[in-house]
């Protein structure tokens, strides 16, 4: 049960670090960046003594720097959606992503096709439009608002399939733990690429808050993989009801601290959206 309240803490610890980075107007990009770090080190520290030689010959590795791109680009998307619309719509957005590596389970791996499968992706799908779908005229600021959370629900889902499938085709069982390390490295690594596009980007570095927010973060960011995997093996509790608990439980927190900590306004069709999304979630979670 530990490792379970461990991965819900680190998860919705994720939305609240981004969130305060715009309350405190940290820079996002910098902080992705040293958050991959810490989270790679850890990943290195805690799975124990890691050839780097071997890992770049890993017929895998390529795929890695695929995968951390997509990494760092949903990290950014999260970062900018948290700010600009909210942690309890990003939340929603983010975790009902599952949908989409679900769908293309059944599609790819030709999984069986159940009705309560079927149903809950549709509910999904439902869940995140009315959960995303900003009130008022439209307009270029209200456009952006539904595009980013709906973009991120793409992204990730995206990236999960691109994980399973990586994972299937190239990665084994006894490597998968050095492969989640490698993507961090990966994606700290082309963070600090793409820093150098963009005049100024290393500036935030003189400030002592950069690297607490960017150590807090891939804490978190870490945490919420490890600790997850750990609760996995525990058996403590079916995959399923972990998912399940783990989504819903994050959902229903960041919520929470939305509206009354952060006082974000959210719509009837909003909080509709939130409670479809929890329903929704509880469906997959029983057809896994």
């Known amino acids: 049960m530990i490792w379970l309240i461990l991965t819900i803490i680190s998860a919705t610890g994720i939305f609240l670090t981004f969130k305060l980075l715009g309350k405190f107007k ?40 695929i995968i951390g791109f997509l990494f760092i680009v949903n990290f950014f998307l999260i970062g900018l959606s948290s700010n600009k619309v909210g942690i309890s719509i990003t939340t929603v957005a983010s975790k009902m992503s599952v949908a989409i590596p679900m769908a293309f389970s059944i599609i790819y791996y030709n999984e069986p096709i159940q009705f309560l499968k079927i149903f809950g992706l549709v509910l999904a799908l439902v869940a995140v439009a009315m959960a995303v779908l900003q009130r008022g005229k439209t307009n270029v ?11 991120l629900f793409i992204g990730m889902g995206i990236t999960d399939s691109s994980v399973k499938f990586a994972q299937d085709a190239y990665v084994p069982d006894s490597e998968a733990s050095v492969f989640s390390a490698a993507l961090f490295g990966s994606a700290f690594v082309l963070g600090v690429i793409s820093l150098f596009f963009k005049k100024g980007n290393f500036k935030p570095l003189r400030k002592t808050n950069t690297y607490i927010a960017g150590i807090g973060l891939g804490v978190v960011n870490f945490g919420s993989i490890y600790f997850l995997i750990r609760c996995l093996n525990s058996g403590a509790f079916q995959s399923s009801v972990v998912f399940g608990m783990a989504n819903i439980s994050v959902v229903t927190i960041s919520v929470i601290i939305g509206t009354v900590f952060f006082k974000e306004k959210l719509s009837k069709l909003n909080f509709i ?15 896994r």
């Open 26 to 65: 940290i820079p996002i990009l910098i902080v992705i960046v040293i958050n991959y770090l810490i989270a790679a080190l850890l990943g290195f520290i805690v799975y124990g003594d890691i050839n780097l030689i071997e890992i770049v010959k890993a017929v895998w590795f390529p795929v890695s720097f």
């Open 273 to 287: 959206g939130i409670i479809l999304a929890i329903f929704a979630i509880v469906i997959l979670s029983l057809t």
């Open 141 to 151: 600021k209200s456009l952006s608002k539904t595009l980013l959370p709906a973009v």
